[in-house]
């Protein structure tokens, strides 16, 4: 039964689902066509036509399935499950660009296109490199496409095409209908956590970093192939230097999202999912090292090679653990299954074999060196940095592996509970031995030093280094903690020796410069996270918390939130904070919270801002999503997000006809009063003045038999006095009374009746019950010298790009 | 000695070391039953019980939340936790509780939701305005 549906635009996805089969198919025959070319005895240039034609074919269709999929979103074709899935109608155009990486599917596009853009460097730069390069780096493509291709190969489902159906990937009644697109109102929207203009550049940069790391893999693995053991660690350098640099960026890019939009308090959580993309940078980190090593010296060369090998297998591995859902329980962001597990895992296999294979093939002819490195030699202390990089990623790829290990042997074990100290203690003696290694290696020369000039410069900084983490440990309240003490050492001291090297860089060797910035900014950011990780300071406490028992004081437990009351300013720490009111921006309520720092003996305010946290407030759901929002100073960040915020109601109760005015007023109280009587209310105090007889009405004409009294009543709140003057009247017989509304006060008073016979007044007072005060619950947090953080990823980064600059300006004048 | 031989040790010491700490600083999966047991925090996995009331009353205290989970093995347990409400809450799938028991009550300092991601949600929205045709 074929039911033609109404209103669904088909051709975007059939051309591209086209483009998915041609990238998948053109992918593979280049793969094919490269390694036929580089296998032939006589290579006269026929399979390279083919491979090129192939390669240029898929970078096509990559560029095609892009378009074919922008197109979708922007157009909001629901009837597609990517574009339903991932955005809305109300989406902003330039968060379009971030729906493709919302999904498993786009984010596999962004991977495969930028390594399509690499291979493309590569088709023109490699020269002799070219086939057996480009033949790793298009067997990669191969798997990155199939990732894509939602097909059913004999019974066996590949991949997961961005261009399925909404009616093919969702079963409900509705389908049967052939208009269901006409009911189909808008998509899920993108994770407002993505709506943010880091999440724009992030995960670009990210994944740029991700598809680098198998150009020096490649490399690697063709200087084995092709016996070129020795020659492609020069050509690779100044790759493994980019990819380094570009994931760097991308991951320091997450941690910052991480800090300004999220609400976790903090720039690194050691989330399974953060650990999977620090793993291959440190090794790689450590691979780029080893291999300056071998070049300088000859030595270290399987470790070099190991290195760089392993990197690439660790990307992959981490896209694994984050795409397969295997993380489940211990990962708060990571993708769900997508049924694509083993195809996964066969990724990995697939260059895991290739890699060991080869390694063990070649061993024999590997050149490795028969002397030992000099202990007073910069080789060595590059190896041995290395390898202290390499026990600290082992430590994390140990503890973020529990769930597959679990997996794998069926045991049930839990991570650690205090998961942040278990990371720490074991990075912070990493890092340091680290940071002293990048230090006084800058005064050893590859092959032989002199001892004893090498001793007075490392004792020269070492006493400068002394001398300034004793102050700057004094400055960061840090002293009483050795083990920090000793990091803030060693960081200043790589510091102070790289800037040694750099001042020498400045007056003419400035091929020095990216390695000694680089190490700086290495030594800043130790120093940045260090202090802010460990003195950061949650002034938003709360220790008067009552009535829920007494259990909670014991326990010690931190109470991190506060709550504040519209216009009830609280100290916190220095500050006197208040909460000032909000306003909605788009789907965003911004919650005003001032600031200030008043100087107790001048009574002065000296400091004044304020901070607009934010709340996505989702009515249906009855969620907020909040978002910090941070004062950053040179010195110190004081960052503040909202924990609660009261829900706002999904319609507002519209007033309409056949509702009584008096309804939303409380139970009229009835008082029998005297003049000069005085009756207390919530908050004001109401006196009985006077009485008025015979006033005037409108509209109502007396005659002399009727009644009518004003009387005057004075109302003091804490605000001001006001006089009222209800009226009550006696007309033909019938009696009225005209009442008086206070409306700042939520009061209606009424004058009812007189009683002659003991010459008292009833008066009726009604009273609104008290308006909901407005409050949040916020959290604030003081992050003490945290740009040194930020600050010194830029020095590195900086450095990276002159090494790169260096590297590739000797392998011209080679 | 040689050098290498002297480094080759201590890599395989540090290699230990961090083995052996990854396992002792691992925690186990229980239930509330084996929560009563033991002293240290533990995690455990259960389900929201949307029935029993759940607490959080910041104008009392904004640091208190106290809810029930049934765990796995069908216990159901009275959770207090130090802090606001997690967002998205009433929607979780899962919770994985790390902490332990004071009395009769959970005591988590973590908690881990699993939500459906709102993406695998297998439902579709339907306008309400729809023209019945």
């Not at chain 1, 023109?124 to 298009?138: D, L």
């Not at chain 1, 959290?779 to 450095?799: D, E, H, Q, R, S």
Request: charge should be positive; glycine fraction near 6%; charged fraction near 15%.
């Amino acid at each position: 039964m074929d039911t033609v549906f109404i209103g669904e635009h088909l051709w975007p996805g059939k051309l591209g689902q086209f483009f998915v089969v041609l990238s998948f198919a053109a992918a593979l025959l280049a793969t094919l066509s490269y390694y036929f070319e580089t296998i032939k005895d006589k290579p006269d240039g026929s399979w390279l036509k083919i491979a090129r034609s192939a390669y240029f074919v898929n970078l096509l269709a990559i560029i095609g399935i892009g378009t074919c999929l922008f197109y979708i979103i922007y157009n909001h074709l629901f009837e597609y499950h990517y574009a339903w899935a991932h955005s809305s109608k109300a989406l902003p155009v330039y968060y379009i660009i971030s729906c493709f990486w919302e999904g498993q599917e786009g984010s596999f596009w962004l991977w495969t296109f930028w390594q399509s853009v690499l291979g493309f460097v590569l088709v023109f730069r490699a020269k002799t490199w070219e086939p057996p390069v480009m033949a790793v780096v298009m067997l990669s493509q191969t798997f990155l496409a199939s990732m894509l291709l939602g097909v059913e190969i004999l019974g066996i489902r590949v991949g997961s095409s961005p261009f399925i159906l909404l009616r093919d990937a969702v079963q409900a009644p509705i389908f049967a209908r052939p208009d269901y697109l006409s009911m189909v109102a808008d998509g899920n929207g993108l994770n407002p956590l993505l709506q943010n203009y880091w999440m724009v550049i992030h995960p670009p940069t990210l994944f740029l970093g991700f598809a680098s790391m198998i150009v020096p893999f490649a490399y690697a693995l063709a200087g084995l192939w092709q016996k070129r053991y020795t020659e492609w660690i020069s050509v690779a350098l100044p790759w493994a230097l980019f990819a380094v640099m570009v994931l760097g960026a991308g991951i320091i890019m997450g941690s910052f999202w991480a800090y300004e939009a999220l609400n976790f308090g903090g720039f690194w959580a050691w989330d399974p999912v953060e650990n999977a993309s620090l793993i291959p940078w440190i090794t790689l980190i450590a691979g780029v090292h080893v291999l300056l090593a071998y070049k300088h010296s000859g030595q270290a060369y399987f470790t070099a090679t190991f290195l760089t090998l392993v990197s690439f297998v660790l990307v992959l591995y981490a896209s694994f653990l984050t795409r397969s859902g295997i993380l489940g329980e211990t990962s708060v962001h990571s993708f769900t299954d997508l049924g694509m597990f083993w195809q996964l895992l066969v990724y990995i296999g697939v260059f895991k074999l290739i890699a060991f294979i080869l390694v063990i093939k070649r061993w024999k002819y590997m050149p490795f060196s028969v002397k030992e490195e000099e202990t007073y030699s910069r080789e060595f202390w590059l190896f041995v940095g290395a390898v202290v990089l390499g026990l600290a990623c082992l430590q994390v790829l140990a503890t973020t592996s529990i769930p597959v290990f679990n997996k794998v042997f069926g045991t049930e074990i839990a991570p650690p509970t205090q998961v942040i100290a278990h990371y720490n203690k074991w990075q912070l003696p990493f890092a340091l031995v680290v940071a002293f290694i990048s230090g006084f290696s800058q005064f050893l020369k590859y092959k032989k030093t002199d001892i004893r000039s090498f001793y007075v410069q490392l004792g020269r900084a070492a006493l400068i280094a002394a001398l300034l983490s004793g102050v700057a440990g004094y400055i960061a309240g840090i002293y009483t903690n050795p083990m920090f003490m000793l990091l803030m050492f060693s960081s200043i001291f790589s510091v102070v020796c790289n800037a040694g090297i750099l001042y020498d860089a400045v007056l003419g060797k400035w091929k020095l410069a990216g390695s000694a910035l680089a190490h700086i900014g290495f030594g800043f950011l130790l120093i940045g996270a260090m202090v802010a990780a460990a003195t950061n300071k949650v002034i938003s406490v709360n220790n008067s918390g009552i009535g829920f028992g007494q259990e909670f004081a014991k326990d010690n437990n931190p109470r991190e939130n506060i709550i504040l009351y519209l216009n009830e300013p609280i100290k916190m720490d220095k500050y006197t904070v208040t909460y000032l009111g909000d306003s909605v921006s788009g789907p965003n309520t911004l919650y005003r919270v001032n600031y200030k720092v008043i100087d107790p003996k001048t009574a002065k305010v000296t400091e004044n801002f304020d901070l607009y946290p934010n709340a996505q407030q989702n009515v249906k759901m009855r969620q907020i999503i909040a978002s910090p929002d941070t004062r950053h100073y040179l010195w110190k960040d004081i960052y503040t997000h909202v924990s609660s915020v009261p829900l706002k109601e999904e319609a507002t109760h519209e007033a309409h006809e056949g509702h009584s005015e008096e309804e939303d007023f409380g139970k009229p109280t009835i008082y029998t009063v005297k003049l000069g009587d005085t009756i207390a209310v919530r908050d004001a105090k109401i006196v009985v003045k006077a009485i008025k007889k015979g006033v005037h009405i409108n509209n109502m004409p007396l005659n002399s038999s009727d009644v009518s009294v004003a009387l005057s009543l004075e109302v003091l709140s804490k605000a001001k006095t006001q006089v009222v003057d209800p009226v009550f009247v006696i007309k033909d017989g019938n009696v009225y009374d005209f009442g008086k509304t206070i409306e700042d006060l939520g009061l209606k008073l009424r004058f009812t009746n007189i009683k002659p016979q003991n010459n008292s007044l009833e008066l009726t007072v009604l009273q609104r019950p008290p308006a909901e005060k407005k409050w949040i619950v916020l959290k604030a947090i003081v992050f003490p010298y945290i740009n040194f953080l930020w600050g010194g990823t830029i020095l590195m980064t900086i450095g990276f790009f002159l090494a790169i600059l260096r590297r590739r300006k000797e392998l011209k004048t080679a | 000695m040689k050098k290498s031989a002297i480094l080759l040790i201590g890599i395989i010491a540090v290699a230990i070391g961090v083995i052996i700490s990854t396992y002792a600083d691992s925690s186990t999966y229980g239930s509330f039953n084996d929560a009563k047991d033991s002293a240290a925090e533990l995690h455990v996995v259960g389900r929201l019980d949307l029935a029993k009331d759940m607490v959080y009353n910041p104008k009392k205290d904004a640091n208190y939340f106290s809810f029930y989970v049934k765990d796995n093995k069908g216990t159901e347990c009275k959770i207090v936790f130090t802090g606001t409400k997690p967002q998205d809450f009433e929607r979780s799938e899962q919770i994985v509780l790390t902490g332990k028991m004071v009395g009769e009550e959970f005591h988590a300092s973590k908690i881990l939701m699993k939500c459906p991601s709102k993406y695998n949600k297998d439902q579709v929205e339907v306008k309400s305005t729809a023209q019945q045709s």
